[in-house]
């Protein structure tokens, strides 16, 4: 019982992460570059940047001092993408369809009625990647997705750069699942 309530509160994330971090080079310090498309967007780009600097912090990485160099820029991106699916998604969109619960008590298998119900879902994601800023050289890059029937929130992007981050610095760019609990 336990594990299922722990199961409710925890974010599984498909998680993937390419680079090859300097053997030896610690986090340091970091700061936030934002694209010109972020820009024009700067209030939902502080809600995803405050969602990252926990994970960004729990990596080893510390924010910049005002007016210091950074020694790594960051960049972020997050997306919600509603998918509804439509019951002409389905080729037997009128709801007929082969039903076997019927055989062999009733005489066999047949053609039945279903009811189809439109369902909608979204497909959350996040990315970041991190620069050397003297270079301007991609180190670290981490891609995370999850699909769930609710946007999620701010609780649930911070738990997927926290599932983003979590193995850093190593890279596994082979698409692995990570729990963490938002």
């Known amino acids: 019982l336990l594990a299922g309530c722990a199961a409710m509160n925890t974010?599984?994330?498909e998680v993937s992460t390419y680079g090859a971090w300097p053997s030896g080079r610690s986090a340091g310090?970091?700061?936030i570059e934002r694209l010109p498309s972020q820009q024009a967007q700067s209030a939902d780009m502080l809600e995803v940047e405050a969602a990252a600097?926990?994970?960004?912090?729990a990596a080893g990485f510390k924010p910049v001092?005002?007016?210091g160099q950074p020694d790594v820029l960051v960049q972020l991106g997050a997306r919600v993408s509603r998918q509804a699916r439509s019951p002409w998604d389905d080729?037997?969109?009128l709801g007929v369809g082969f039903s076997r619960w019927n055989w062999p008590h009733w005489g066999g298998p047949g053609w039945g009625w279903t009811t189809r119900y439109e369902s909608t879902t979204y497909?959350?994601?996040v990315a970041v990647l991190i620069r050397d800023r003297s270079n301007s050289?991609?180190?670290y890059e981490a891609r995370t997705r999850t699909d769930g029937i609710s946007p999620g929130g701010k609780v649930v992007i911070a738990a997927m750069f926290m599932a983003a981050m979590k193995d850093f610095p190593a890279a596994k760019p082979e698409p692995?699942?990570?729990a963490v609990a938002p």
């Open 91 to 93: 080729p037997m969109w």
């Open 137 to 139: 050289q991609p180190l």
């Open 29 to 31: 310090s970091f700061a």
């Open 11 to 13: 974010v599984t994330s």
């Open 176 to 178: 692995h699942d990570v």
């Open 53 to 57: 600097q926990a994970a960004l912090q």
């Open 123 to 125: 497909a959350r994601e």
């Open 65 to 67: 001092a005002a007016g």
